[in-house]
């Protein structure tokens, strides 16, 4: 197949290791696989495997938020093979990718479990797709106070419904085949972290 407008999408900052090659809104092909913390060993095979000797035009990358390790697995091999093919890469949030498989409706509320017992959320609101509220890191209690919209998607969905009383939660994690439905300026953000809450480590004061 000729490389076309092919884009390289990878996807590795949550428990899904997932790679496609769309063109514009068509997906050509992908591979996905729940992998836990395996994907600094199964990204790299995933993304020669699906290629198949084809060079994309452009790369799409995952840039979070979602585990530390899957996360910066995933950067590390967009931006090494972008400077070896000369190709341009830009980014995409978790949470955005996430509410654009979603069915259709109003508004939806993306929730995906963080560190220390914490969820990250956001909600978004369609026709076009985009954010109604910033991204946040609560304890499940704090979210479900800050959180109005009734259908919640992602890992952390259950714990905010729960925790709320009420709601439909909706299991979800992003794939990289549904970067394809993001509209242009959610997936051309600068391809660097997004972690969501602050830095663990403190610098000591002297």
Known sequence: MSAG????????????CS????????????????VGRGHAERLVPMIAELLAGRRPR????????????GLRVGLAAAHGLAIGWGVPLRGYSSMAAIAAAAADGDEYAVALHGGHGQLFVQTYGRNPLSPRDALRSLPPDEAAAAIRADTVLGSGAEALVSA??????????????DARLLPAELRSLEPRPIY?????????VR
Request: charged fraction near 25%; hydrophobic fraction near 40%.
């Open 5 to 16: 407008n092919l884009s390289l999408v990878i996807d590795s900052a949550t428990a899904a």
């Open 19 to 34: 790679v496609a090659l769309i063109d514009g809104d068509e997906l050509i092909d992908e591979r996905h696989e729940l």
């Open 58 to 69: 452009s790369i799409l990358v995952d840039c979070g938020p979602g585990s530390f390790t």
């Open 164 to 177: 709320r009383g009420h709601g439909q939660a909706v299991d979800a994690l992003p794939r990289a085949a």
């Open 196 to 204: 969501g809450r602050a830095p663990d480590a403190k610098p000591s």
